[in-house]
Each structure stands twice: as C-alpha cells, then as structure tokens.
C-alpha cells in the first residue's frame, strides 16, 4: 500500500508562478496547500491538520520575507523541509541570507524538471 502523499505548502505572492507549481506538484502526486503571503502561509499551516512535509516559499513576500516564514512555520512544524525560490536569486538570496549550500534554493522561472528535483532532494527521509 502506498504511504500518504508528501505534502507541500507553496508560498507566492506571485499568483502565476504559484498556479504553476502548485499544478506540477499536485500533478506529481504531491498534496499541495498554497498561500499569497507569509501570514496567510502560517494560518494555513496551523488549519492544517496533518503533516506538513515541505515549505516552498519565495523569499521576497508580502508583510514578512520567505526566511521570516520559514522561520515561523519551523517552530509551528518542527522538521518541516525547506526550499526557497526567488526570480532575483544573485540579489535576493545575498540579501536575505539563504545562500547554497546552507539551503535549497529554485531560481525562478523554473522548469518542471527543475522543480520536482529540488523538492524530492529536500523531502526528509520517508516523506517521498
């Protein structure tokens, strides 16, 4: 029998490039919430009641930066995976601190490929 789906809870303010990959991992098998924005992401983590696997969230977001989320939704979720994306990786991931190796990291525009191997390599152990 097939374990639960991995879920992932994709925060961007960008409302195409979030539609497309909440489409690439739900078509992938994935179980996937969305949020516009840092404060909406923790609200739906916490109305959520299973697991929560993975965050994907850009770093630059409204109210609170990707990092502040990921932060936030540690501390709700304890173990959660995190992958973050930026469309300006060169400035945005210097400026907030998430360099590589220390996090994963998806430049945008991102390929389906792309995606679905940066999220399968930081899924913890069993979450696959």
């Given at each position: 029998?097939?374990?639960?789906?991995?879920?992932?809870?994709?925060?961007?303010?960008?409302?195409?490039?979030?539609?497309?990959?909440?489409?690439?991992?739900?078509?992938?098998?994935?179980?996937?919430?969305?949020?516009?924005?840092?404060?909406?992401?923790?609200?739906?983590?916490?109305?959520?009641?299973?697991?929560?696997?993975l965050l994907l969230t850009d770093i630059v977001l409204p109210g609170m930066n990707g990092v502040q989320l990921a932060s936030?939704?540690?501390?709700?979720?304890?173990?959660?995976?995190?992958?973050?994306?930026?469309?300006?990786?060169?400035?945005?991931?210097?400026?907030?601190?998430?360099?590589?190796?220390?996090?994963?990291?998806?430049?945008k525009p991102f390929g389906v490929h792309e995606l679905l191997a940066i999220v399968r390599a930081a899924l913890p152990a069993?979450?696959?």
């Amino acid at each position: 029998m097939n374990a639960a789906a991995p879920v992932v809870l994709v925060v961007d303010d960008d409302e195409a490039a979030r539609r497309i990959a909440v489409e690439i991992l739900r078509r992938s098998g994935f179980s996937v919430l969305q949020a516009a924005a840092g404060t909406e992401a923790i609200s739906v983590s916490w109305q959520h009641d299973g697991p929560l696997d993975l965050l994907l969230t850009d770093i630059v977001l409204p109210g609170m930066n990707g990092v502040q989320l990921a932060s936030r939704i540690a501390d709700q979720r304890p173990g959660v995976a995190v992958v973050f994306m930026s469309g300006r990786p060169e400035v945005d991931a210097v400026r907030y601190g998430v360099l590589a190796p220390s996090y994963p990291f998806l430049p945008k525009p991102f390929g389906v490929h792309e995606l679905l191997a940066i999220v399968r390599a930081a899924l913890p152990a069993g979450a696959e």
